[in-house]
């Protein structure tokens, strides 16, 4: 039995999994779960790097007990975009920057006087969100941010890590794909584009393959915890990439849909697909294992469903997700929509409210109750899910066949059974665990254990059971999917 430590951490949360492998089947034990909530200090959103990296210190010293000292290897992966800053003697430069901090309102148009959308998109492929990390270090320089003018290296948030455990620095392609600083379809550094913004190009480390030796723990962490030389291993370091390794494709024209906070839904590609049709749509070619493209849609996901949950509970009301789940039922279908893209719904707060006031703002009917909003954000959802998939048949030419949901918003059986009932065809659901999963697959591939992601995904079907669901009441969806669009496309508002 091969036992590998892969640790996955979300924008809420993060947990270490142990992977075993019997040479057929894959079994995963959750050995330690935490928060990972960020600090508002001032104007400024963080991330509390060095908590998180003490609660991966706690999650290998429970993994190590759990196998009796038999880890073979240990694979990181995050969310992507952010990253941290290494001055000359490799010391931190203050906590990273949350993806939804502030520092980057305005700066996709200032970037744009500079150099031509068409220009940053032609070389690399990335859609345009205020959060990438082009536009992140563009506000830096604009803002003439200290800790850039002292950065010898910069890492994204997988990478830092991987450096903390093992004193290497490099930058794994997945991860590096995020940032909008990558020419699509080589894999390197857009050095000419950076160059025009003043991004300081030196601070970039060089790029290495999915499934390869990043280093090993060093002395000092090995004494700490008590633990042997264990290899740390570069997998698809982004969670969107490592959640398509373990989708159990039917076959090749198949989407995959990555849920959960965020929603990324999209087809793999042998090469990236940059034309006036993606960039209109806002569809982005990120990078997957082998250096295939994820050509995909990135939407808001349960964002909005989540942070109606927070904000009833700020007002004394807990409810859980089977109870919400109830009162969606309960409420009238098709009573307005919303665009769960709109920058009104980007930032944390009131969310309920925002709803409403969405609904009002395009001479709609709002919701009026708890169950009426949930409802109106789900079916909204589904609907997105479908312009976006009709944009991915557009964009190839080919017809989808079958829907995939992974994680953890799978769990999600009213948005899985609408989102089957919108599209008109099959929909499954499954695996859950989806990016630990393709983190350990890739871990399992590096080690030789798995030839290659084709067997990683039979190994995947073996394991993990999924849930089908076949469409219903299709013509009803379908007149209301005509009334989202009018709504969505021509806004009163």
Known sequence: MKHVLAFDYGAGSGRGVIGSFDGSKLSLKEVH??????????????WDVLRLYHEMKQGILKANFETNGNISGIGIDTWGVDFGLLDSNDVLLGNPFHYRDSGTEGMIDEVLKIVSRSEIYNDTGISFQIFNTLYQLFSMVKNK??????????LFMPDLFTFFLTGEKACEFTIASTSQMLLAG????AYDLLNKLGIPVQILPDIVDTCTHAGYLQSRVRDELGVPEIPVISVASHDTASAIISVPFENSDDAYLSSGTWSLLGVECEKPIINDITMSLNYTNEGGINRTVNLLKNIMGLWIYEECRRAWKKEGLTLSYDEMDSMAEAAKPFQAFIDVDDDSFYSPGNMPEKVISYCKRTAQKAPEDIGGIIRVVMESLAMKYKSSVDGLEKITGKSIPVLHIVGGGCKNRILNRYTANVLNRKVTAGPTEATAIGNVLAQLIAL??????????????????????????????????????????????
Not at 145 to 154: D, I, R, V
Request: negative net charge.
């Open 186 to 189: 080589r894999g390197t550094w």
């Open 448 to 493: 030789k254990e798995i030839s290659d992601v084709n067997q990683a995904r039979e190994v995947v079907k073996r394991s993990f059971p999924t849930e089908e669901y076949l469409p219903e009441d299709t013509g009803v969806w379908e007149d209301a999917y005509d009334r989202y669009l009018q709504i969505i496309e021509n806004p009163v508002g």
């Open 145 to 154: 941010c200290s800790y850039l003018e002292k950065a010898e290296t910069m």
């Open 33 to 46: 779960r935490f928060s990972n909530d960020p600090v508002q200090i001032g104007k400024s959103l963080h």
